[in-house]
Nanobody
């Protein structure tokens, strides 16, 4: 089992930055893929970015490319640096991990499927005001 705990987030003005962190515990060394999803009110949870722990490959949703950066800080900590934030980035952000290799979603417009991740954090809110 793997447990995930997110931190960071909060309220920020449009154009500003925020940094999220996710710490994994339990059998964290078994994680092969880890990343972030977000869910805005009334919308589906969507994949934002994820990283392969094997080769370090990273994947980003088109909506955040060039603004968000995912990084693995150490063996059990993941970070998400979010710059140039927009009001449409407002959402609950969830850390997700899986023991299987990262794989892109076959669905158009998606980089990841919820079903491909077995472990989830409780979420941390990011609110961007205009």
């Amino acid at each position: 089992q793997v447990q995930l705990v997110e931190s960071g987030g909060g309220s920020v003005q449009a154009g500003g930055s925020a940094r999220l962190s996710c710490i994994a515990s339990g059998y964290y060394w078994t994680i092969a893929c880890m990343g972030w999803f977000r869910q805005a009110p009334g919308k589906e949870r969507e994949g934002v970015t994820f990283i392969s722990f094997g080769g370090g490959d990273t994947y980003y949703a088109d909506s955040v490319k060039g603004r968000f950066t995912i990084s693995r800080d150490n063996a059990n900590t993941l970070s998400l640096q979010m710059n140039s934030l927009k009001p449409e980035d407002t959402a609950m952000y969830y850390c997700a991990a899986d023991q299987r290799a990262c794989r892109r979603s076959a669905q158009p417009g998606r980089i990841a499927n919820r079903s491909d991740f077995d472990y989830w954090g409780q979420g941390t809110q990011v609110t961007v005001s205009s």
